[in-house]
C-alpha cells in the first residue's frame, strides 16, 4: 500500500476512456500521484474493479465512477452535472475518449461516423467548454486532449479520424494562445498507432499499421502526463512518430496521404513472409 502524495491530496483529476488503454494507464499514473479519480466509460464493471483498485492501493479520498457513452449529444452536460451535484472540484480535464472507422468513405455507415465525430471532437470540445470556465473562476487547471499524429496529415481509409484529429490539435494549440497568463494550460498528445484495442474496434486489426511497430500505451500516457504536468502545449510520443510528423512539414500533402494509405490498407501476402511485421497485439 503507497502513500497519498501530500502535494496532491483534495485534487481531482476526470479521464474519459478510463476502462482501458491510454484512459486506464493516465487513471495509473494520477492515483500514483496522489489525485482523486473521477472515471467515466462505458463499462460499469471495468470501471468499478480499477476504481476499487487504484483506491486501495493509493489510498485515495475517493474515486468517483460515472457510466457513459460519450458518442452521445447529451453525455457531455450530464456528465458535467453529475459532478457538479457531487460537490467535486475538478483540476484536470483527461480528454481521452475516441474512436474511428476503416474503409473507404463512399462505403463506411454514415450514422456510425456521425457518432465518432461526436465523440472525438464535440464531446471534448463541450467538456473543456463546462470544466474551463471553472477553472477560469479558480484561476488554475489543466486539460489534455487526445490528438494524434495523423492530426499531421491525411489520413486516407480512416478519413474521418484523421479530420477528427486535426480538429483537436488546433483547437487545443488555439486554445492554448487564448489562456497564456491565466493560469490553465492545455496540453495536446499526439501519439501514433499503439497497442490498445483502437484497431480491433475500428475494423482494421488486419491493416499494415496494426500489424507494424505499435506504441505501448504505459509509455504513450506517461510522455502526456509529464507534458501536461510541465505546460507543455503539444507532445508527440515516440521518436519514430516526431520523425513522422517532422517529415509532413516539408513532404507534399499527396505525399503523405499515399504514405498513409498504404499503412492503412491489408497486410498482404509479401508483408507476412518478409519478417518485418510482426502479429499485432490487440
Do not use: W
Not at 30 to 41: E, H, T
Not at 197 to 203: P, T
Not at 261 to 277: L, P, T, V, W
Amino acid at each position: 500500500m503507497k502513500t497519498m502524495n501530500a502535494e496532491n491530496k483534495g485534487k481531482t483529476v476526470l479521464i474519459t476512456g478510463a476502462s482501458n488503454g491510454f484512459g486506464m494507464e493516465f487513471a495509473k499514473l494520477f492515483a500514483q500521484d496522489g489525485y482523486n479519480l473521477i472515471l467515466v466509460a462505458r463499462s460499469t464493471e471495468r470501471l468499478r474493479k480499477l476504481g476499487y483498485q487504484l483506491q486501495e492501493e493509493h489510498q485515495l479520498e475517493h474515486v468517483c465512477i460515472i457510466t457513459s457513452d460519450l458518442s452521445r449529444p447529451e453525455a457531455p452536460k450530464e456528465v458535467y452535472d453529475e459532478v457538479k451535484k457531487s460537490g467535486i472540484h475538478v483540476d484536470i480535464l483527461i480528454n481521452n475518449a475516441g474512436a474511428g472507422v476503416h474503409g473507404f468513405f463512399y462505403e463506411t455507415d454514415l450514422e456510425r461516423e456521425k457518432a465518432i465525430m461526436q465523440l472525438n471532437m464535440n464531446t471534448p470540445v463541450e467538456l473543456t467548454k463546462l470544466f474551463l470556465q471553472d477553472m477560469r473562476k479558480r484561476g488554475e487547471g489543466k486539460i489534455l486532449n487526445m490528438a494524434s499524429v495523423v492530426s499531421f496529415m491525411p489520413s486516407p481509409l480512416m478519413t474521418i479520424y484523421g479530420a477528427t484529429k486535426a480538429f483537436m490539435l488546433s483547437f487545443s494549440e488555439a486554445l492554448t494562445n487564448e489562456l497564456k497568463d491565466t493560469g490553465i494550460t492545455v496540453t495536446a498528445l499526439c501519439p501514433g498507432a499503439s497497442n490498445t484495442m483502437f484497431f480491433r474496434r475500428a475494423g482494421a486489426a488486419h491493416t499494415r499499421a496494426a500489424n507494424g511497430s505499435l506504441s505501448e500505451p504505459d509509455e504513450v500516457a506517461k510522455d502526456g502526463y509529464d507534458a501536461l504536468m510541465n505546460g507543455e502545449s503539444r507532445v508527440v510520443s515516440g521518436l519514430k512518430n516526431k520523425l513522422q510528423t517532422s517529415s509532413s512539414n516539408i513532404m507534399p500533402d499527396m505525399a503523405l496521404a499515399s504514405n498513409m494509405r498504404h499503412m492503412m490498407e491489408d497486410q498482404d501476402e509479401e508483408d507476412m513472409h518478409d519478417g518485418q511485421s510482426k502479429e499485432s497485439k490487440l
